[in-house]
């Protein structure tokens, strides 16, 4: 083999261990990115899985309920020994087949406390998917949106260093004519080797978030991602009143303890059905014979059973004490969680106008900033301004771009905070 083969050979391979390296990026708007995550997602196939699992708890509740039917073949043999009426072993074959049926006629009601408590728990499952998807798009949302703030701010870190590095030529030119100071040089030296440093921690907070998001897409944390959307600004239509209302209404976990609640109210219905008695019926038809396949006799049984707890030591009463106190207990908790949830309302709606009306100022700062760093390289250039003017000046846009995209990200990021929150269903 020539060496063009054995470089062409080496080549391949490379490539074929690298293909993520030459694939083209992925192209991802913020919905293409909840989607993706909605469909790959783990948590939400297990949401989805324990839902089929309640689904199929009613049926059992349900059949519980019904008309059980149980067929049984029994094939034995067996000796008896010797006795009275017979000095020596006597060996019997017995081949037999039994249909049973069995009823329950009447349970106390805890039979049928049991099937509503079963579609109560469907009901939380249900809802239990929706919480996963909500708490799936806000995490989407957030890391989407973290991407794109460290995406920022390495272009702010370029811009930077790209103004420290121009003024730095312009100062080397002066010093070598005998303009300025040795001391200018050093400072502007300095001054861009903490933004070159800056410039790397950002690219690698970027190359994180990046990771993080495949994560949450269920994509190779190295794949390359090109994100479609910017950050945005549109004033949030509804007032913090209505987003409490609405929160009270349609958030799912509020929904679920009202379930969770009822549930435990026929927890107290069981327990009481221990007062109770039962009544079952069971029929039973019988063919045995001594070959095969056992059908020769036949013989049938109908049997009516009603069972009476007539002590138990207390042990009922405490079962429906128990579950009295369960009630209060998860009252309690009902309550707990909507406090919380109408709290954390409060605090991403505010938050949320805290971070818009940065939106404003920091913009206005920007202009200011970027202005501010004209006149002073105009005026260095002519030797008016001092190198410390100038220094500050790129410092100061650069502080500004960053509280600017930082308010951004804080806006919309709190935005879908507030919309989970409220439990904003996942289109």
């Known amino acids: 083999m020539g060496t063009y083969q054995r470089c062409a050979v080496i080549l391949l391979v490379l490539m074929g261990l690298n293909q993520s390296a030459f694939a083209d990026p992925v192209k991802l708007s913020l919905d293409d990115s909840i989607a993706m995550a909605l469909q790959n997602n ?45 000095s020596t072993y006597v060996y019997t074959t017995d081949f037999d087949n039994q249909l049973s049926l069995s009823l329950p006629l009447y349970s106390g009601k805890k039979l049928e406390s049991q099937v509503e408590q079963a579609k109560l728990d469907l009901q939380v499952a249900d809802l239990d998917v929706e919480v996963a998807k909500q708490g799936l798009k806000l995490d989407v949302v957030t890391d989407y949106f ?76 190295d794949t390359e991602l090109e994100l479609k959307d910017d950050f945005t600004y549109e004033k949030y239509p509804s007032t913090l009143e209505e987003c409490l209302r609405y929160a009270e209404l349609h958030r799912p976990e509020i929904a679920q303890y009202q379930a969770k609640v009822a ?45 009476f707890n007539v002590f138990d030591s207390g042990v009922t ?26 709290l954390n309302v409060r605090e991403y709606y505010l938050s949320m106008q805290e971070a818009e009306k940065r939106i404003d100022t920091n913009k ?14 105009v005026s260095y250039d002519v030797g008016v301004g001092t190198n410390l003017d100038l220094l500050d000046a790129i410092l100061d846009l650069d502080s500004a771009k ?24 996942v289109r």
């Open 317 to 342: 009463k405490s079962q429906v004490k128990q579950a009295v106190h369960n009630v209060d207990m998860v009252k309690e908790e009902a309550a707990s969680e909507r406090d919380s949830i109408l």
């Open 146 to 221: 973290t991407v794109l703030e460290y995406l920022k701010e390495v272009q702010v870190n370029q811009g930077t260093v790209n103004n420290y590095q121009e003024h730095l030529d312009q100062v080397n030119a002066k010093y070598e004519l005998g303009l300025v100071a040795k001391t200018d040089v050093l400072s502007s030296r300095v001054n861009l080797a903490n933004a070159q440093d800056d410039l790397i921690k950002a690219k690698n907070n970027y190359h994180n978030a990046i990771a993080t998001l495949n994560n949450a897409l269920g994509l190779s944390h």
């Open 402 to 425: 960053k509280d600017y995209f930082q308010a951004l990200y804080d806006y919309n990021t709190n935005k879908a905070k507030l919309e989970q929150a409220m439990g904003l269903p």
């Open 364 to 377: 206005v700062s920007v202009e200011q900033a970027e202005e501010n760093l004209k006149i002073q390289k």
């Open 42 to 86: 783990h948590d939400i196939k297990y949401a989805v899985s324990a839902r089929e699992k309640a689904y199929w708890a009613v049926s059992e509740a349900k059949g519980n309920k019904r008309v059980s039917i149980d067929y049984t073949h029994t094939d034995q043999r067996y000796n008896t020994p010797p006795s009275t009426t017979s």
């Open 263 to 307: 549930s435990a109210q026929y927890d107290v219905k069981i327990a009481n059905s221990g007062y109770s008695p039962t009544v079952d019926l069971t029929a039973e038809q019988d063919w045995y014979d001594d070959h095969l396949p056992g059908a020769k006799n036949s013989n049938w049984l109908l049997k009516l059973t009603t069972s």
